[in-house]
Structure formats: structure tokens, C-alpha cells
């Protein structure tokens, strides 16, 4: 369950054990006969909402190894890429699952293929699928530089070093009018990947800013996470 407070405090618990945080405890026994819309009151007085937990609260829960991407990016990928239930998608690699467990929450009950070359960080991504509860992931341990094994693909979705090097296999596993996502840190690796797409593609290059206003002051925060990653877009035309 989620345990929300009125400062925007979230706790992802299980709701079988006292819960301590710093603003008070509630008890094993209000937590479990506890029903989502109830408040409950901690030993403090400091009131705490049940709610149940979303994939919002997955991705910004999850245990983070690799740099993980933040919910504007995961979101802008999905929606750019027009992806649905049903939808087949392949990304690399899997890093810490963050981008995996976005996709296949939007994808299911179809299957997210994610190759990751690192079992240390497929270990990782597995620990958070599980704790989720998310089922419909398989992560291969494969370098998606050699080659994909699927076919028919909507979304080809990357996050590594080198994407432009996929980019050949790419166009042989999406179907025509299926996507390509790339996200870079770096805009040097957006303008390879873009040179390698070729006019094979439709595509664009954004970077994702997201401001945040304090809106008992109604302006905006003083400070913002002013980068995280260029992404590139891109639909296949042709084969
Ligand atoms: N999107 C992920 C983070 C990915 S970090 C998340 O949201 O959690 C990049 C990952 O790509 C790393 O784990 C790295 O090991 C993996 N990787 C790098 N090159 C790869 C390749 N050629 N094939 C598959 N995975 C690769």
C-alpha cells in the first residue's frame, strides 16, 4: 500500500509490521486493517492517507543502479511513440528496470523483451520487477549491438552509450510505422544516432524540461533539475 501525508511524503509499505518514519509510527495493527481512502493517525497526530500505489510510485521507489531515467522522459517516450496495450516493444538496456517497468505497465498483458549486457544490473532490474509484482518482463542477457531477435516491433526503445550501433538492427526488427527512441545524455550521441537513421526515418530531437511552480508564490521554484536527456524520436517509413 501507499502512505501518503499532506507534505507530499510517500511510503511504499507492505503494511505487515509497525512503519516508523520521522514524523511518527502507525502500528502493524492500523496497517492492517487498513482500507484504501483511510486516514490514519500516527502516534504523533500527523495524519497519513492509504492509497494504492500506482506505476508513478514504482518507477520513483525503485533501487536505483545504473542512471535511471525520471517519469518526464518515461512518459514522453511512451506518448510520443503512441504505445498501448497490446503494443510490442524490445529496449536495451535494462539498466535498473525504471524505463522497463513504465513500458510494460503500458503494454501488458503483451511482454516487454529488455536486453541488458550487465547481469549485475539485470539483478537489480529483476529485484524491482518482482517487488512490484510486474510480470510481464523478460530481460535477455544480450548486447543488442550483435543483432535483435524480435520482429514486428512498434517501439525499439534505447538507452545506452553507443544507440546509433542499433540502429541497423533496429530497422530490421520494427515493423514500418513503428518507432525508434533514443535517450541521450549527451547531444553528440544524438546527432550520431541521427546521422545513422538516414532517410529511413521521420524523426525529431527534444530536450524535456519540466518547471515546476510554487504556486502559494505563483512563480517558479528557484531551482529545477535543468538536465537529464535529449531524446529522439524517430518512425520508420520505409524498409
Ligand atoms: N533505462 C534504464 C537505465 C539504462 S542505463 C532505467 O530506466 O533504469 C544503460 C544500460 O545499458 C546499462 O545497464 C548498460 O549495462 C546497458 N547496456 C550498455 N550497452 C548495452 C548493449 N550493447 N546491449 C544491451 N545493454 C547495454
Same mark, same amino acid.
Given at each position: 500500500?501507499?502512505?501518503?501525508?499532506d507534505?507530499?511524503?510517500?511510503?511504499?509499505?507492505?503494511g505487515?509490521?509497525?512503519?516508523?518514519?520521522?514524523?511518527?509510527?502507525?502500528?502493524?495493527?492500523?496497517?492492517? +486493517?487498513?482500507k484504501?481512502?483511510?486516514?490514519?493517525?500516527? +502516534?504523533t497526530? %500527523?495524519?497519513?492517507?492509504?492509497?494504492?500505489?500506482?506505476?508513478?510510485?514504482?518507477?520513483?521507489k525503485?533501487? %536505483?543502479?545504473?542512471?535511471?531515467?525520471?517519469?518526464k522522459?518515461?512518459?514522453?517516450?511512451?506518448?510520443?511513440?503512441?504505445?498501448?496495450?497490446?503494443?510490442?516493444?524490445?529496449?536495451?538496456?535494462?539498466?535498473?528496470?525504471?524505463?522497463?517497468?513504465?513500458l510494460?505497465?503500458?503494454?501488458?498483458?503483451?511482454?516487454?523483451?529488455?536486453?541488458?549486457?550487465?547481469?549485475?544490473?539485470?539483478?537489480?532490474?529483476?529485484?524491482?520487477?518482482?517487488?512490484?509484482?510486474?510480470?510481464n518482463?523478460?530481460?535477455?542477457?544480450?548486447?543488442?549491438?550483435q543483432?535483435?531477435d524480435? %520482429?514486428?516491433?512498434?517501439?525499439?526503445?534505447?538507452?545506452?552509450?553507443e544507440?546509433?550501433?542499433?540502429?541497423?538492427?533496429?530497422?530490421?526488427?520494427?515493423?514500418?510505422?513503428?518507432?525508434?527512441?533514443?535517450?541521450?545524455?549527451?547531444?553528440?550521441?544524438?546527432?550520431?544516432?541521427?546521422?545513422?537513421l538516414?532517410?529511413?526515418?521521420?524523426?525529431?530531437?527534444?530536450?524535456?524540461?519540466?518547471?515546476?511552480w510554487?504556486?502559494?508564490?505563483? %512563480?517558479?521554484?528557484?531551482q529545477?533539475?535543468?538536465?537529464?536527456g535529449?531524446?529522439?524520436?524517430?518512425r520508420?517509413?520505409?524498409?
Open positions: 500500500m501507499l502512505i501518503i501525508d507534505h507530499g511524503n510517500t511510503y511504499l509499505i507492505k505487515d509490521a509497525d512503519f516508523h518514519t520521522k514524523y511518527g509510527f502507525l502500528t502493524a495493527v492500523q496497517l492492517q +486493517n487498513a484504501i481512502g483511510d486516514v490514519l493517525s500516527a +502516534n497526530g %500527523r495524519k497519513f492517507h492509504v492509497l494504492s500505489p500506482n506505476v508513478t510510485d514504482f518507477v520513483q525503485a533501487k %536505483r543502479g545504473p542512471q535511471a531515467m525520471t517519469l522522459d518515461l512518459s514522453l517516450i511512451a506518448g510520443f511513440s503512441g504505445l498501448h496495450s497490446g503494443s510490442r516493444v524490445l529496449e536495451a538496456g535494462t539498466g535498473s528496470g525504471v524505463l522497463s517497468i513504465f510494460a505497465n503500458i503494454i501488458a498483458p503483451e511482454k516487454l523483451i529488455s536486453y541488458e549486457i550487465r547481469d549485475d544490473f539485470a539483478e537489480i532490474a529483476r529485484k524491482n520487477f518482482q517487488k512490484f509484482g510486474i510480470t518482463i523478460e530481460v535477455k542477457s544480450k548486447d543488442i549491438y543483432g535483435i524480435e %520482429r514486428d516491433l512498434d517501439l525499439v526503445s534505447l538507452d545506452l552509450a544507440p546509433w550501433l542499433a540502429v541497423p538492427h533496429a530497422k530490421i526488427a520494427l515493423k514500418v510505422g513503428g518507432y525508434l527512441s533514443s535517450y541521450s545524455p549527451s547531444i553528440t550521441q544524438s546527432k550520431k544516432l541521427v546521422d545513422a538516414g532517410d529511413d526515418y521521420q524523426h525529431e530531437t527534444f530536450e524535456t524540461l519540466k518547471r515546476e510554487k504556486m502559494d508564490a505563483v %512563480r517558479p521554484h528557484t529545477m533539475l535543468g538536465h537529464t535529449f531524446l529522439t524520436i524517430a520508420l517509413l520505409k524498409k
